[in-house]
């Protein structure tokens, strides 16, 4: 159960980290350095 | 070019790479266009086309927006090169050189002279450290709205921004991004202040990293050395004090880590402080879960790290510290600079001499200067004579002697008599005033390199702390017990060492260095480009006249045929007074010095490519080119053996006829600078061809280019049709520059890949050229190209240190070496190692300090001035 929660914690806190740098950037970095990557 | 309306409104753009780059700008400019046909995007040249009444300013802030930093491209900003046909009316002989008067009346501007300094605001940046933070403040300053450009320097912590916006606004942007602003007005205050700051931020840094790292230690020398760093039932009070000790060092010492990283975060955005305060917080959060908690962790993962988050502070003040000191050390050439200025004039008003602040001095204004003394502002000698040492703005070290009606400059020291001179230029205009700007302006310039590394390093730090987290997942997954705290020891020490501040330092360390040293050379290169580029040359062009030559034409020979020597001058020189041409000057200062009486010469008239001509006594006279003259039946005779002879010694013939007969040829020759055949070496030393054009016949353009050492020349060739052969020798693959006196030579000087303007003296033609040369001679060629070379391989290494640093850091901090050797680094040796790399790179960038030209006196010709061998030796 407790490596099944930490896994998942990690999991999230990476898809968090690549939607809030990447593909949320309203103003900035994420729009811009995400054009590099196509 | 589809069937929509005329496009007229053209952006400039970057960033652009592949076509969802381009529909996604023409979806943004929807609203604007009402149409996403309407918008022309050319990835190849990194335009954007735009139907007639879009309005530019507004569709480079969205097209910025959307993540492409994009200009309205100006209507003047035209390559030069399409503007060099305005003539002036005397062009004299076909086989005269230079043309010089050509382009003085339309001097083209350079694709870089149109930005002015209108429109940009000025800030003074605090708390930024890396190239993240460069990146976070940009793009805040372009989010204003009216910006076109933002640029931040993060040598000298300042930021521009072009276009038209409040700088309250600006400041605003940059204080919500996480970073300290004020708006730089006075230039020279804001040196003295940011001076100040800097002193003060250093002693700062260096109490908090006294404070952190004397906690860290102490930690950690308790701990090992009297009891353990493990928490056990006897000491978990103890350490629970300790951890509450530890988070009020950490917020004391680091609290600017953690204030930048939460509003970059909040902008979306990540950068150095991110890693560190996540890093430092991680080993500070686990211990302090340990020490309030022991039980539920298992008895081996109750280890505290307290002393790894001070410690890691501590190193970080540290390496910031040191830094501060060697970026006050790089900027030394603009401080030189500064201090060359007077504080005071001494000026004379209503006939009475006194001493006034410098910045009270108007034009006009009379000012005496005594020996020893420097001169306060640029002006114009109305009373003695001297000699000046100006060895500061042009490199030129000996004295130059300066009579009435002579200029001279602001900063240059009078060395031998007593002058009274006239103010005409004052404060922020003269010579030295501008040259300081520029020195600052290039420093802070980016060149391609360098952009390079700050859109790696945009990604990086998110990128790290994927890594991290993986890395984590590993070690509790797959690591050997205690997994959790091999978990956070991994995950704390990747996030420390990855710190991109090496990367974000490495290029404007070194260009800061580097253009310095450049000026010292009298050299001013313009932007960083223009640095990088003179380092990849591989072919230069060389004007002939004023460039190679002393551009001061003299009468070499005369040869009568049927005539007299002194009736012939005045011919000569009777017809040419009505000219103001170089080469009408070498004749009449013959004339002149023979003290000839000139004959009375009416109806003068030029004739492009041809010569001149007049009436005398109702007969026709002319002076001029062969071809002409036997255009017009006239027989030379011998003279033709005469004009060989001249074009053999460099020189060109004019040959003079009255009524159809001829008179007598007159050779005039420009000599070449004493030092241009050993500064042309050095070149071919540095493995470059040197190649050059000249309006000359084929003869005299020979015997030049023999006699100077030079590889290759064109002959004949027109002022405006210089730039065709620089881009026809591009077009063969050559990385070319051109080397002219700045005006006449505009247009190619644009068109080569780097443009070197050669002033003599002050009189400098800066805006068309990437780099201007102070001093007369061509060894600042050689100069700037072996300065620029040193510049490029220091920024290489410094990248590539920084590169290497990170990419094999982050693996052994992740603990790749663990399953082999049983590696893991400790998070306190990844804070070392990372104040270690800043410095590393600043203290690299400083070495180019040292750097000297291979400009050495016994490499000179046997026809090498004196004066010029003991330059810099």
């Known amino acids: 159960m407790e490596t099944l929660l930490v896994n998942a914690g990690g999991l999230a806190l990476m898809a968090a980290i690549v939607w809030w740098f990447w593909l949320s950037g309203s103003d900035d970095t994420g729009s811009n350095d995400h054009q590099h990557h196509h | ?873």
């Open chain 2, 1 to 873: 070019m589809t069937d929509t309306p005329v496009l007229q409104t053209t952006l400039s753009i970057s960033g652009a790479s592949c076509q969802g780059c381009a529909k996604k700008i023409r979806n943004a400019l929807e609203p604007l266009t009402g149409d996403t046909e309407l918008v022309e995007v050319d990835l190849e040249q990194q335009t954007v086309a735009l139907p007639e009444g879009v309005d530019a300013a507004e569709a480079a802030r969205i097209v910025t927006e959307t993540g492409y930093p994009a200009e309205p491209v100006e209507e003047d900003a035209e390559p030069a090169s399409c503007c060099a046909s305005g003539n002036k009316s005397e062009n004299h002989t076909g086989d005269d050189s230079e043309n010089r008067a050509t382009a003085e009346e339309s001097v083209p501007s350079s694709p870089e002279a149109t930005t002015g300094d209108s429109g940009q605001v000025h800030l003074s940046v605090t708390g930024a450290t890396c190239a993240s933070c460069v990146n976070t403040i940009e793009k805040a300053l372009m989010s204003v709205s009216g910006i076109r450009h933002a640029h931040m320097n993060l040598a000298d912590n300042t930021a521009t921004a072009t276009g038209d916006a409040d700088p309250e606004a600006l400041v605003k942007a940059v204080e919500s991004a996480g970073y300290g602003a004020s708006v730089i007005e006075d230039e020279d205050e804001a040196d003295d202040r940011k001076q100040e700051e800097d002193r003060k931020q250093y002693r700062t840094l260096l109490v908090k990293m006294a404070v952190s790292l004397g906690l860290g230690l102490g930690l950690m020398v308790w701990g090992m050395g009297f009891g353990t760093m493990m928490v056990t039932d006897a000491n978990q009070g103890t350490w629970l004090g300790l951890g509450v000790l530890t988070l009020i060092v950490m917020a004391a010492t680091g609290g600017h880590f953690y204030t930048g990283a939460w509003k970059a975060f909040r902008h979306h955005n990540a950068n150095m402080d991110t890693l560190i305060a996540l890093g430092t917080g991680t080993a500070w959060l686990y211990s302090i879960v340990v020490a309030s908690i022991p039980g539920a962790l298992p008895e081996m993962a109750r280890h505290v790290y307290f002393e790894a988050s001070a410690m890691i502070i501590g190193l970080i003040n540290l390496g910031q510290a040191l830094e501060l000191r060697a970026k006050g050390k790089t900027s030394e050439a603009v401080r030189r600079l500064l201090d060359l200025r007077a504080k005071t004039a001494r000026v004379i008003r209503n006939g009475e001499e006194r001493d006034i602040p410098v910045e009270e001095v108007q034009k006009g204004d009379h000012i005496r200067v005594r020996p020893g003394e420097k001169l306060p502002v640029d002006g114009v000698i109305a009373e003695g004579s001297t000699r000046i040492d100006e060895s500061m703005l042009t490199g030129e070290p000996m004295p130059v002697s300066k009579s009435e009606g002579e200029e001279v400059s602001a900063g240059t020291l009078n060395t031998h008599g007593s002058i009274v001179y006239e103010a005409t230029r004052v404060g922020s205009e003269t010579a030295l005033a501008q040259i300081i700007r520029l020195v600052k302006k290039a420093q802070g310039s980016k060149p391609a390199i360098g952009r390079l590394a700050d859109k790696i390093s945009s990604v990086f730090v998110p990128t790290v702390m994927l890594i991290a987290l993986v890395a984590a997942l590993v070690w509790y997954n797959v690591g050997p017990e205690p997994a959790v705290v091999h978990m956070m020891v991994a995950a704390t020490t990747v996030l420390i060492i990855a710190c991109p501040c090496a990367l974000g330092l490495a290029t404007p360390m070194s260009v800061m260095v580097g253009v310095g040293k450049a000026a010292e050379y009298g050299a001013l290169i313009r932007q960083g480009d223009a640095l990088q580029t003179a380092g990849k040359l591989d072919l230069v062009i060389l004007d002939k006249t004023g460039t190679i030559t002393e551009g001061h034409p003299a009468v070499t020979r005369v040869h009568v045929s049927d005539s007299d020597e002194q009736r012939l001058l005045a011919i000569a020189a009777g017809l040419e007074q009505h000219s103001e041409h170089p080469l009408a000057e070498a004749i009449l200062a013959k004339a002149r010095e023979e003290d000839v009486q000139l004959e009375k010469v009416t109806g003068f008239e030029a004739l492009n490519g041809k010569g001149v001509q007049g009436e005398l006594d109702g007969e026709p006279v002319r002076l001029g080119n062969r071809k002409w003259l036997e255009q017009e039946g006239i027989d030379l005779g011998d003279l033709a053996d005469a004009a060989r002879a001249i074009t053999e010694e460099a020189g060109t013939p004019l040959f003079l006829a009255l009524g159809g007969k001829a008179l007598g040829v007159i050779g005039v020759a420009d000599a070449i600078k004493p030092d241009s055949k050993a500064a042309i070496r050095r070149l071919h030393d540095a493995g470059i061809r040197v190649m050059m054009v000249t309006g000359d016949v084929d003869g005299t353009a020979r015997a030049i280019a023999k006699k100077a050492g030079i590889d290759d020349y064109r002959a004949e060739v027109l002022p405006e049709d210089k730039a065709e052969v620089v881009s026809e020798m591009r077009g063969k693959g050559f990385t070319v520059a051109m080397v002219g006196d700045g005006i006449n030579d505009a247009p190619a000087l644009a068109a080569a890949d780097v443009g070197f303007a050669i002033g003599t003296g002050t009189d400098v033609a800066i805006e068309s050229a990437g780099i201007t040369l102070m001093r007369g001679s061509l060894h600042g060629v050689p100069d700037a190209i072996e300065i620029s070379r040193a510049t490029v391989k220091n920024i290489h290494q410094n990248l590539f240190g920084a590169f290497v640093y990170n990419t094999m850091g982050i693996p052994v901090a992740a603990g790749l070496l663990y399953p082999v050797w049983g590696i893991l680094m400790s998070p306190i040796l990844a804070g070392a190692a990372m104040s270690l790399s800043s410095v590393t790179v600043v203290s690299n960038a400083n070495r180019l300090r040292l750097f000297r030209t291979s400009h050495r006196p016994e490499r000179n010709d046997s026809n090498s001035d004196p004066k010029q061998q003991q330059e810099r030796n």
